[in-house]
Nanobody
Framework: QVQLVESGGGLVQTGGSLNLSCAASGRTFSRYSMGWFRQAPGNEREFVAA????????NFADSVKGRFTISRDNAKNTVYLQMNSLKPEDTAVYYCAAAHTYYSASRNPGMYDFWGQGTQVTVSS
């Protein structure tokens, strides 16, 4: 129903910034909450940030609060993750996800119905 493609990852030095994008295609006229998750090698996938369809509610992991910003442009079917003050521990594959529960910016990966393939973010010391 919905295909998600992440982009914008890369290699950045500690303290640098990256802006990730997630472009949606397919059934994009429906309302979806959107989230970002990340997974480092050997670790479980962890919640990063989420936003409701309307943008009225956002949610951030404590580890990124104050450094990352999530936003969306529904007209462009795109969600963004602006990452500032990056740290080596931010190194991971970042995934975007869409949830039919459009009214909730959930931290729970089980609430999400569609997932992208991920984009690599590497922060060097």
């Amino acid at each position: 129903q919905v295909q998600l493609v992440e982009s914008g990852g890369g290699l950045v030095q500690t303290g640098g910034s990256l802006n990730l994008s997630c472009a949606a295609s397919g059934r994009t006229f429906s309302r979806y909450s959107m989230g970002w998750f990340r997974q480092a090698p050997g670790n479980e996938r962890e919640f990063v940030a989420a936003v409701t369809w309307s943008g009225s509610s956002t949610n951030f992991a404590d580890s990124v609060k104050g450094r990352f910003t999530i936003s969306r442009d529904n007209a462009k079917n795109t969600v963004y993750l602006q990452m500032n003050s990056l740290k080596p521990e931010d190194t991971a594959v970042y995934y975007c996800a869409a949830a039919h529960t459009y009214y909730s910016a959930s931290r729970n990966p089980g609430m999400y119905d569609f997932w992208g393939q991920g984009t690599q973010v590497t922060v060097s010391s």
